[in-house]
Protein backbone atom coordinates (compact mmCIF):
# COMPACT_ATOMS: atom_id res chain seq x y z
CA UNK A 1 0.00 0.00 0.00
CA UNK A 2 2.80 2.53 0.91
CA UNK A 3 4.69 1.34 -2.43
CA UNK A 4 1.85 2.21 -4.41
CA UNK A 5 1.50 5.78 -3.07
CA UNK A 6 4.95 6.45 -3.22
CA UNK A 7 4.70 5.19 -6.81
CA UNK A 8 1.85 7.84 -7.73
CA UNK A 9 3.38 10.19 -6.15
CA UNK A 10 6.21 9.90 -7.99
CA UNK A 11 4.71 9.91 -11.38
CA UNK A 12 2.89 12.98 -10.12
CA UNK A 13 6.18 14.71 -9.58
CA UNK A 14 7.36 13.34 -13.25
CA UNK A 15 4.57 14.41 -14.96
CA UNK A 16 4.63 17.68 -13.60
CA UNK A 17 7.93 18.28 -14.50
CA UNK A 18 7.10 16.89 -17.98
CA UNK A 19 4.82 19.40 -18.51
CA UNK A 20 7.31 21.97 -17.57
CA UNK A 21 9.52 20.87 -19.77
CA UNK A 22 7.21 21.24 -22.40
CA UNK A 23 6.16 24.55 -21.48
CA UNK A 24 9.55 25.99 -21.39
CA UNK A 25 10.55 23.88 -24.80
CA UNK A 26 7.49 25.71 -26.16
CA UNK A 27 8.33 29.01 -24.46
CA UNK A 28 11.88 28.60 -26.31
CA UNK A 29 10.55 28.02 -30.05
CA UNK A 30 8.09 31.26 -29.82
CA UNK A 31 10.72 33.48 -28.21
CA UNK A 32 13.21 32.29 -31.46
CA UNK A 33 10.02 32.56 -33.63
CA UNK A 34 9.44 36.25 -32.45
CA UNK A 35 6.41 36.70 -33.69
CA UNK A 36 2.70 37.89 -32.27
CA UNK A 37 1.14 35.02 -33.84
CA UNK A 38 3.45 33.17 -32.02
CA UNK A 39 3.12 34.08 -28.81
CA UNK A 40 -0.46 33.94 -29.30
CA UNK A 41 -0.55 30.80 -29.52
CA UNK A 42 1.80 30.06 -26.35
CA UNK A 43 -1.00 31.86 -24.57
CA UNK A 44 -3.79 30.16 -26.00
CA UNK A 45 -2.03 26.78 -24.57
CA UNK A 46 -0.69 28.06 -21.61
CA UNK A 47 -3.02 31.05 -20.27
CA UNK A 48 -1.99 30.71 -16.63
CA UNK A 49 2.02 28.92 -17.23
CA UNK A 50 5.08 30.61 -15.74
CA UNK A 51 5.72 32.36 -18.90
CA UNK A 52 2.08 34.02 -19.56
CA UNK A 53 3.08 37.61 -18.33
CA UNK A 54 6.40 37.93 -20.57
CA UNK A 55 4.30 36.57 -23.33
CA UNK A 56 1.61 39.01 -22.62
CA UNK A 57 4.22 41.85 -22.80
CA UNK A 58 5.52 40.88 -26.03
CA UNK A 59 2.72 40.81 -27.98
CA UNK A 60 1.61 44.44 -27.26
CA UNK A 61 5.53 45.55 -28.20
CA UNK A 62 5.01 43.46 -31.06
CA UNK A 63 1.94 45.22 -32.24
CA UNK A 64 2.80 48.73 -31.23
CA UNK A 65 6.05 48.38 -33.35
CA UNK A 66 3.99 46.99 -36.21
CA UNK A 67 1.52 50.00 -35.49
CA UNK A 68 4.25 52.59 -35.54
CA UNK A 69 6.14 50.79 -38.85
CA UNK A 70 2.97 52.12 -39.91
CA UNK A 71 2.52 55.30 -38.93
CA UNK A 72 6.19 56.24 -40.25
CA UNK A 73 5.45 55.07 -43.55
CA UNK A 74 2.15 57.19 -43.83
CA UNK A 75 4.46 59.63 -42.37
CA UNK A 76 0.89 62.16 -42.01
CA UNK A 77 -0.08 63.92 -38.94
CA UNK A 78 -2.97 62.23 -38.94
CA UNK A 79 -1.02 58.86 -39.04
CA UNK A 80 0.45 60.03 -36.06
CA UNK A 81 -2.21 61.33 -34.41
CA UNK A 82 -4.17 57.77 -34.37
CA UNK A 83 -0.74 55.96 -33.46
CA UNK A 84 -1.31 58.51 -30.12
CA UNK A 85 -4.73 57.45 -29.56
CA UNK A 86 -4.07 54.18 -29.25
CA UNK A 87 -1.29 53.87 -27.56
CA UNK A 88 -1.31 56.89 -25.41
CA UNK A 89 2.01 55.70 -22.77
CA UNK A 90 3.87 53.38 -25.54
CA UNK A 91 7.26 52.74 -26.09
CA UNK A 92 7.09 55.18 -29.59
CA UNK A 93 4.32 57.89 -27.69
CA UNK A 94 7.07 60.53 -27.17
CA UNK A 95 8.69 60.04 -30.81
CA UNK A 96 5.03 60.07 -31.99
CA UNK A 97 4.24 63.68 -30.36
CA UNK A 98 7.81 65.00 -31.63
CA UNK A 99 6.46 64.34 -34.99
CA UNK A 100 3.12 66.01 -35.06
CA UNK A 101 4.78 68.91 -33.21
CA UNK A 102 7.46 69.13 -35.90
CA UNK A 103 4.18 69.42 -38.73
CA UNK A 104 2.57 71.88 -37.44
CA UNK A 105 5.90 74.06 -36.90
CA UNK A 106 6.49 72.92 -40.72
CA UNK A 107 3.43 74.20 -41.79
CA UNK A 108 4.09 77.74 -40.30
CA UNK A 109 6.53 79.39 -42.66
CA UNK A 110 4.26 78.93 -45.80
CA UNK A 111 1.90 81.34 -43.72
CA UNK A 112 4.97 83.83 -43.04
CA UNK A 113 6.20 83.46 -46.53
CA UNK A 114 2.51 84.50 -48.02
CA UNK A 115 2.49 87.17 -45.56
CA UNK A 116 5.93 88.01 -46.41
CA UNK A 117 5.06 88.23 -50.24
CA UNK A 118 2.34 90.86 -49.64
CA UNK A 119 4.92 94.11 -49.28
CA UNK A 120 7.63 92.50 -51.68
CA UNK A 121 4.83 92.71 -54.54
CA UNK A 122 3.89 95.97 -53.22
CA UNK A 123 7.52 97.51 -53.72
CA UNK A 124 8.31 96.09 -56.57
CA UNK A 125 5.14 97.81 -57.84
CA UNK A 126 6.26 101.69 -56.62
CA UNK A 127 9.08 100.98 -58.19
CA UNK A 128 7.38 100.38 -61.82
CA UNK A 129 5.87 103.70 -60.80
CA UNK A 130 8.53 105.37 -60.51
CA UNK A 131 10.44 104.43 -63.53
CA UNK A 132 7.18 105.15 -65.25
CA UNK A 133 6.82 109.30 -63.67
CA UNK A 134 10.72 109.33 -64.14
CA UNK A 135 11.19 111.79 -67.06
CA UNK A 136 13.66 110.62 -68.92
CA UNK A 137 14.60 110.14 -72.41
CA UNK A 138 16.11 106.61 -72.24
CA UNK A 139 13.66 104.46 -69.79
CA UNK A 140 15.88 101.32 -70.40
CA UNK A 141 18.41 103.38 -68.99
CA UNK A 142 16.17 104.08 -65.88
CA UNK A 143 14.77 100.79 -65.50
CA UNK A 144 18.18 99.84 -63.91
CA UNK A 145 17.90 100.36 -60.77
CA UNK A 146 14.20 98.65 -60.14
CA UNK A 147 16.15 95.66 -59.76
CA UNK A 148 17.86 97.53 -56.61
CA UNK A 149 14.55 98.98 -55.00
CA UNK A 150 12.92 95.37 -55.00
CA UNK A 151 16.87 93.97 -53.13
CA UNK A 152 15.98 96.94 -50.83
CA UNK A 153 12.76 95.80 -49.90
CA UNK A 154 13.55 92.35 -49.25
CA UNK A 155 16.27 91.44 -45.60
CA UNK A 156 19.54 91.90 -46.71
CA UNK A 157 21.36 88.49 -47.22
CA UNK A 158 23.33 89.23 -43.50
CA UNK A 159 20.29 89.11 -41.87
CA UNK A 160 19.77 85.11 -43.00
CA UNK A 161 23.14 84.21 -42.28
CA UNK A 162 23.23 82.50 -39.15
CA UNK A 163 19.51 83.31 -38.49
CA UNK A 164 17.95 79.95 -39.08
CA UNK A 165 18.11 77.30 -36.36
CA UNK A 166 16.36 73.45 -36.14
CA UNK A 167 13.71 71.72 -34.39
CA UNK A 168 14.37 67.99 -33.16
CA UNK A 169 10.94 67.80 -30.96
CA UNK A 170 8.92 68.87 -28.59
CA UNK A 171 8.34 66.79 -25.22
CA UNK A 172 5.28 66.54 -23.34
CA UNK A 173 6.94 65.06 -20.70
CA UNK A 174 9.25 67.85 -19.51
CA UNK A 175 12.12 69.62 -19.99
CA UNK A 176 14.36 67.00 -18.97
CA UNK A 177 13.17 64.98 -21.78
CA UNK A 178 14.22 67.66 -23.99
CA UNK A 179 17.79 67.80 -22.34
CA UNK A 180 17.97 64.40 -22.54
CA UNK A 181 17.34 63.95 -26.52
CA UNK A 182 19.93 66.43 -27.05
CA UNK A 183 22.27 64.45 -25.16
CA UNK A 184 21.68 61.53 -27.37
CA UNK A 185 21.96 63.35 -30.64
CA UNK A 186 25.11 65.02 -29.92
CA UNK A 187 26.59 61.31 -28.86
CA UNK A 188 25.00 59.94 -32.06
CA UNK A 189 25.87 62.72 -34.51
CA UNK A 190 28.88 64.19 -33.18
CA UNK A 191 29.93 65.39 -36.68
CA UNK A 192 26.69 66.78 -37.78
CA UNK A 193 25.98 68.66 -34.50
CA UNK A 194 29.52 69.56 -33.83
CA UNK A 195 29.52 72.96 -32.36
CA UNK A 196 25.81 73.30 -31.71
CA UNK A 197 24.10 74.18 -28.92
CA UNK A 198 20.57 74.04 -27.89
CA UNK A 199 17.80 75.77 -26.02
CA UNK A 200 14.29 74.41 -24.74
CA UNK A 201 11.16 76.40 -25.61
CA UNK A 202 7.98 76.63 -23.26
CA UNK A 203 4.78 76.44 -25.74
CA UNK A 204 1.45 76.15 -25.19
CA UNK A 205 -0.20 74.11 -28.25
CA UNK A 206 -3.72 72.52 -27.87
CA UNK A 207 -2.41 69.45 -26.45
CA UNK A 208 -1.40 71.06 -23.45
CA UNK A 209 2.46 72.15 -22.70
CA UNK A 210 5.03 71.19 -24.46
CA UNK A 211 9.36 71.78 -24.67
CA UNK A 212 10.27 72.67 -28.11
CA UNK A 213 13.86 71.53 -28.71
CA UNK A 214 16.12 73.29 -30.96
CA UNK A 215 19.50 74.63 -31.66
CA UNK A 216 19.46 78.04 -33.10
CA UNK A 217 22.11 80.21 -34.82
CA UNK A 218 22.94 78.23 -38.37
CA UNK A 219 22.68 79.37 -41.71
CA UNK A 220 19.54 77.85 -43.92
CA UNK A 221 21.92 75.55 -46.02
CA UNK A 222 23.64 73.93 -42.69
CA UNK A 223 19.81 73.71 -41.29
CA UNK A 224 18.88 71.70 -44.14
CA UNK A 225 21.89 69.60 -44.31
CA UNK A 226 21.41 68.89 -40.82
CA UNK A 227 17.51 68.14 -41.23
CA UNK A 228 18.32 66.14 -44.26
CA UNK A 229 20.68 63.83 -42.66
CA UNK A 230 18.52 63.12 -40.06
CA UNK A 231 15.67 62.39 -41.74
CA UNK A 232 17.54 60.30 -43.55
CA UNK A 233 17.98 58.33 -40.71
CA UNK A 234 14.10 58.01 -39.74
CA UNK A 235 14.99 61.07 -36.70
CA UNK A 236 12.59 63.77 -36.33
CA UNK A 237 13.68 67.48 -37.28
CA UNK A 238 12.49 70.84 -38.65
CA UNK A 239 13.81 73.99 -40.49
CA UNK A 240 13.19 76.71 -38.31
CA UNK A 241 13.29 79.65 -40.61
CA UNK A 242 13.84 83.09 -38.86
CA UNK A 243 11.57 84.84 -36.49
CA UNK A 244 9.74 81.21 -36.18
CA UNK A 245 11.82 79.79 -33.44
Not at 7 to 13: I, N, Y
Not at 161 to 174: E, I, L, M, P, T
Not at 195 to 205: C, D, E
Amino acid sequence: MINRKVVAGLCAVMLAFAGCSRQQSDWQKTRETNTAEGYEQFLKKYPSGEFTAQAQARVKELYEERDWQKARDADTPEAYQAFLKQYPEGKWTEEARIRVENFTLAQAPSGAAAAAGGPATAGAGLGADAAEKAPSPAPTAKQTPQPDRRAAAAPPPKSAVGAYGVQFGAFKSGPEAAHKRWAELQKEYPALLGGLSSKVLPTKTSAGQVYRLQTIGVTEKRARQICDSLKADSQACVVVPPGQG
